[in-house]
Each structure stands twice: as structure tokens, then as C-alpha cells.
């Protein structure tokens, strides 16, 4: 387990509930689920609007849900698909872990080291009080980082490895900023399932 984490593979920070999980799927399912979702998936690439200027996502996405319900962030609102088969699998094994139910996953593909999501916390207001996300990396690792919003020495950055989950919860949102960054290393592509609550 990496050394930021205790035990049970919480986060030992302030303000925040992270929890940690590294081999979630086995590598074997793991690539069997990368493979197939990157040749199934309709993915597509949104335009969204940053301090009044309007840029390509730096990433394709796809929306899934359990129902019609949208999703919107960033200017953007997305239309879910309904869960496939394999998606179900994925997202029941999930709530196993984290016995949350969840209705929808924002799914995101990282083509390269160019491909990144900025600063941001996800915290509109369709996804309750205190938002819980667990978040599936399959494919490339990528380093999550993490920020306080007030106290500025506080600063963390996660290895999010091929097959694992990391679980956000409680206040994390109300407090914490994350990033995946931009890389000049040569990489392979990253998928990445964000399943969520929409209330």
C-alpha cells in the first residue's frame, strides 16, 4: 500500500474522506474491460467554456446512466446512454466495495500525455451535500493531484494505477481541489469511470 495511505487505504489528510484501492480488478480483467470499453463506447469531444472562452475538452467523455437524467458541468450537458452489460458489471462490483448505489458514470479518455482535466471539485449541485465518487482507472497510470482550497501547503498527489478505485467522499469536495495533469512523457491512452449519485 502506498505510504500516504493507512492501512484500511484511507488518505491521512485534513478535511477529507479518500480512500484508496490498487489491484480493485486483476490485471487480467482489467485489460479485458479496457479493450472493450475503448472499442464500444460512443465516445465523444465537448466543447466547454473557461473565464468566457470556449476550448475543446482536452479528453473524449461518455455519459451512462440508470435512466434519461442528465448530467451538466462546465457549460456542458451530456445525455446518458443506459448502462451495458459490462458497465453494470463494473459499477455492481463497485457498489459492493462502497455499498453506495450508483445511477449514472461520466467516463473519461486520456488519448495521451496532452490530455488532462484542470483544477476543479465536483460539486454541482445534482450530486447532493457531500458527493461520493469512485472513481475506475483502467490503462495508462496517471497522477491525481490534490490541493486544499484554503490552506495552500497542503498538497498531495496520487499514482492511480491500471485496475484500481479510488472512493471520494464525506466533506473531500467542500475542501479539496483534483487535478489529472498534463505530461511531456511518452503515454498510453487512460480510461477512466467516474460513478456518481444524481439526486
Not at 170 to 179: C, I, K, R
Request: net charge positive.
Amino acid at each position: 500500500m502506498n505510504s500516504l495511505f493507512s492501512e484500511a487505504g484511507k488518505l491521512d489528510l485534513p478535511n477529507c474522506d479518500i480512500q484508496y484501492f490498487p489491484n480493485f480488478f486483476d490485471t487480467e480483467k482489467a485489460h479485458f474491460y479496457f479493450n472493450a470499453l475503448r472499442k464500444e463506447v460512443p465516445w465523444q469531444q465537448d466543447t466547454i467554456k473557461v473565464y468566457g472562452k470556449t476550448h475543446l475538452q482536452p479528453r473524449l467523455t461518455a455519459l451512462y446512466g440508470s435512466d434519461k437524467k442528465p448530467y451538466s458541468y462546465s457549460n456542458v450537458t451530456m445525455h446518458p446512454h443506459l448502462f451495458d452489460e459490462k458497465l453494470l458489471a463494473i459499477k455492481q462490483a463497485v457498489e459492493r466495495k462502497t455499498e453506495v448505489i450508483f445511477n449514472t458514470c461520466l467516463l473519461n479518455l486520456y488519448r495521451d500525455g496532452k490530455d488532462s482535466n484542470g483544477w476543479h471539485t465536483d460539486n454541482e449541485k445534482t450530486l447532493g451535500t457531500n458527493p461520493v465518487i469512485a472513481s475506475v482507472t483502467l490503462g495508462q497510470e496517471r497522477f491525481f493531484h490534490l490541493k486544499h482550497r484554503t490552506k495552500k501547503e497542503l498538497k498531495r498527489k496520487i499514482l492511480l494505477e491500471h485496475g484500481s478505485l479510488l472512493l471520494m467522499q464525506g466533506a473531500t469536495q467542500h475542501h479539496w481541489l483534483h487535478q489529472i495533469p498534463k505530461t511531456a512523457k511518452p503515454i498510453k491512452e487512460r480510461i477512466n469511470l467516474t460513478f456518481r449519485v444524481l439526486i
